[in-house]
């Protein structure tokens, strides 16, 4: 259903910032213009933020952020006590989006989300889409490392039955109703792109090119890479369990050929020493059974962070709960 409102639209851009010191002024000021055209042109409400979250920077991005703050009406700001992942700063701000905003798009800082489709995801948003899903053309600005093992990823979970969108990242527009759902996911290994698509609802998605970085480092280094597309697979899928068992059936049955096949040696008496075959196959049961053992670990572990429920951020200062007192011009 279209959503003909003549009321304007509260849109919330929220941006997870890292030791940002680099990008994040030519951020605010195209996120500022982009927003100020909104404003004027497509119904957006000029009560609308962008908010950055501060994810326990070490440099000067939270003096960035607070300065914008002061002359700018439409930055906000939100320092973590400490950093505590993208997608953990990413869902503080869409927590504190989600009270004033209709919709809340979230974006990276280092401008490699193309700017230009915001109004597209507005007008996908106004045509009755709870998600608008910002999928990358192509991944040509990827190092031929990151753009294999990024599609080997993508496969990977599409293969074990989880249900992401090929190559879309953490920039899209969500609902408020979208934001309230997924406040109900209590877990703590936080994976979004997984999570989105299961609330569900009307969506769509808008391609666009990625750039390159416009400045500062990638802070997604190959552990972290690693790591996080790890957490993406065994937070979502067993398929690694069963994997183990139709592994080890195989070996049970091969085992038992194996049986046959030693003991008609035996009475044709072609025995040799076996300690070839005793040695391999301690080392490849020895093999199977640790990697077991790693994947069930792996899920235990999981099991332990879920049931201690930690808090997943602490927020030590805000912008936002300032009286709104400064009748700020940009
Ligand atoms: N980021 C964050 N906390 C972290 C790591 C990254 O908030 O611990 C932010 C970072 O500032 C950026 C976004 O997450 O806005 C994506 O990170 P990056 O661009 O470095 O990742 P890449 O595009 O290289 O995968
Ligand atoms: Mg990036």
């Not at 497509?42 to 002359?71: C, L, P």
């Not at 183990?244 to 035996?266: E, H, P, R, T």
Request: glycine letters at 6%; one cysteine or more; hydrophobic letters at 40%.
């Amino acid at each position: 259903m279209e959503r003909k409102s003549v009321t304007p639209i509260t849109l919330a851009l929220v941006i997870p910032c890292f030791n940002e010191e680099d990008v994040l002024p030519e951020t605010i000021k195209r996120l500022t213009l982009i927003l100020d055209e909104l404003v004027k042109y497509k119904n957006i409400h000029s009560d609308s933020k962008i908010i950055f979250v501060d994810d326990g920077s070490r440099d000067k991005t939270w003096g960035i952020i607070e300065e914008a703050n002061i002359f700018n009406k439409y930055v906000q700001g939100l320092k973590l006590a400490r950093n505590a992942g993208h997608q953990n700063a990413l869902l503080a701000g869409l927590n504190y989006a989600k009270d004033f905003s209709d919709c809340v798009i979230s974006i990276d800082a280092d401008l490699q989300d193309d700017l230009a489709v915001i109004p597209k995801f507005i007008e996908e948003f106004n045509n009755g889409n709870d998600i608008v899903y910002g999928v990358r053309r192509g991944r040509s600005t990827d190092t031929f490392f990151k753009r294999t093992t990024a599609q080997g990823f993508y496969k990977l979970m599409n293969s074990m039955g989880v249900n992401i969108i090929y190559n879309h990242a953490d920039y899209r527009l969500m609902s408020k109703r979208v934001l309230e759902h997924l406040g109900e996911f209590k877990e703590v290994n936080l994976f979004l792109r997984g999570l989105i698509p299961l609330i569900g609802y009307k969506s769509t998605e808008v391609y666009y090119d990625r750039n390159e970085r416009f400045a500062g480092e990638s802070k997604y280094p190959l552990k972290k890479m690693l790591a996080f597309a790890f957490d993406g697979i065994t937070s979502f899928s067993v398929t690694p369990i069963r994997l183990i068992s139709a592994i080890g059936f195989l070996m049970f049955l091969f085992s038992f050929f194996m049986a046959i096949y030693i003991l008609i040696n035996k009475f044709l008496g072609h025995t040799s020493s076996g300690w070839s075959s005793l040695m391999i196959s301690i080392w490849f049961i020895g093999g199977i059974q640790l990697v077991a053992l790693g994947f069930i670990g792996e899920y235990i572990g999981k099991i332990y962070r879920e049931v201690k429920a930690r808090p997943k951020y602490f927020i030590e200062k805000s912008t936002l709960n300032l009286p709104d007192q400064r009748n700020k011009e940009i």
